[in-house]
């Protein structure tokens, strides 16, 4: 799944490959995928694009004061050509979801794979129409979200701190893979509860959080949207690495599992040398 680095790489590079080009199409291959209904997607056609910003894990291209916003989800992704398809694009024969058409004969497709959908995708007069935009959590790359600030989301709330790091309301743009890292970085426990940090160990979660999270944007900056996936799995300390050596201590990576995801993490570094329950159901350790 894009998490904030990827999607602002994504942003980035959208936003300096559509500079001054105009839309002149707008096609579905899915019809699921289109969350609204007014303005319809015609809206965006013959709008310049004015700007592309990210808003967590939303993409959002201002096309002339109508917006196309896209949450890619688990397993969607944009995928660019300089010199788009000329065939229309028919709905329900490929993966391909969304086509955007510019003026120079450039486009971007947005793709998902698998059979569980959840790429979704809005045109919309305001960016706070989108349900998600509205309920989004403060951006942890902000210079106004202050070690304070954060300290403040953590006591105000009493949950695992993996939980609370994923959770878009509470912090916008982490994901469950930049969530394994920051904890190994910060060498915190996945399930250690937020409101019962001390201070030492905030000022270790939040210094993680945003060293992780920058040094992400910058290895993601000026790469192209084909290559981002590979790029974002090369950097991975612990996510995806079950099995593997810790880059830190050398003890094996360890993994809990759940009914669609998993996380891993180091025992060595992070628990105290304790491995964690892997039972689906079980209460898990703090």
């Given at each position: 799944?894009?998490?904030?680095?990827?999607?602002?790489?994504?942003?980035?590079?959208?936003?300096?490959?559509?500079?001054?080009?105009?839309?002149?199409?707008?096609?579905?291959?899915?019809?699921?995928?289109?969350?609204?209904?007014?303005?319809?997607?015609?809206?965006?056609?013959?709008?310049?694009?004015?700007?592309?910003?990210?808003?967590?894990?939303?993409?959002?291209?201002?096309?002339?004061?109508?917006?196309?916003?896209?949450?890619?989800?688990?397993?969607?992704?944009?995928?660019?050509?300089?010199?788009?398809?000329?065939?229309?694009?028919?709905?329900?024969?490929?993966?391909?979801?969304?086509?955007?058409?510019?003026?120079?004969?450039?486009?971007?497709?947005?793709?998902?794979?698998?059979?569980?959908?959840?790429?979704?995708?809005?045109?919309?007069?305001?960016?706070?129409?989108?349900?998600?935009?509205?309920?989004?959590?403060p951006d942890p790359l902000l210079d106004d979200f202050t070690e304070e600030v954060f300290a403040g989301i953590l006591r105000g709330h009493r949950m695992q701190v993996k939980g609370l790091l994923r959770d878009q309301s509470i912090v916008a743009g982490v994901g469950n893979a930049y969530s394994d890292e920051?904890?190994?970085?910060?060498?915190?426990?996945?399930?250690?509860?937020?409101?019962?940090?001390?201070?030492?160990?905030?000022?270790?979660?939040?210094?993680?959080?945003?060293?992780?999270?920058?040094?992400?944007?910058?290895?993601?900056?000026?790469?192209?949207?084909?290559?981002?996936?590979?790029?974002?799995?090369?950097?991975?300390?612990?996510?995806?690495?079950?099995?593997?050596?810790?880059?830190?201590?050398?003890?094996?990576?360890?993994?809990?599992?759940?009914?669609?995801?998993?996380?891993?993490?180091?025992?060595?570094?992070?628990?105290?040398?304790?491995?964690?329950?892997?039972?689906?159901?079980?209460?898990?350790?703090?």
């Amino acid at each position: 799944m894009p998490e904030l680095p990827e999607v602002q790489a994504l942003s980035d590079f959208l936003r300096q490959r559509t500079d001054g080009l105009v839309v002149t199409g707008v096609e579905l291959g899915s019809f699921a995928v289109l969350k609204t209904f007014t303005p319809p997607p015609d809206a965006l056609v013959g709008a310049p694009v004015d700007g592309v910003a990210r808003h967590g894990k939303f993409l959002d291209l201002d096309c002339g004061g109508t917006h196309l916003v896209f949450h890619l989800a688990r397993a969607g992704w944009l995928r660019w050509s300089d010199a788009a398809p000329t065939a229309r694009l028919r709905p329900g024969k490929s993966p391909i979801a969304v086509r955007v058409r510019f003026d120079d004969g450039s486009g971007f497709d947005l793709t998902e794979a698998g059979t569980k959908k959840g790429l979704a995708a809005y045109v919309v007069n305001r960016v706070e129409d989108v349900p998600g935009i509205a309920s989004l959590g403060p951006d942890p790359l902000l210079d106004d979200f202050t070690e304070e600030v954060f300290a403040g989301i953590l006591r105000g709330h009493r949950m695992q701190v993996k939980g609370l790091l994923r959770d878009q309301s509470i912090v916008a743009g982490v994901g469950n893979a930049y969530s394994d890292e920051v904890l190994h970085v910060a060498k915190l426990s996945p399930f250690a509860i937020s409101a019962s940090l001390d201070d030492d160990q905030v000022t270790r979660l939040y210094t993680a959080l945003r060293e992780t999270l920058g040094m992400a944007v910058a290895a993601a900056s000026g790469k192209p949207a084909k290559e981002l996936k590979d790029a974002k799995r090369a950097g991975m300390r612990v996510h995806g690495r079950t099995g593997q050596a810790c880059p830190e201590c050398g003890d094996t990576v360890r993994e809990v599992s759940f009914a669609d995801s998993s996380l891993q993490y180091c025992a060595t570094c992070q628990t105290g040398g304790k491995p964690l329950a892997d039972r689906r159901t079980s209460k898990f350790l703090k």
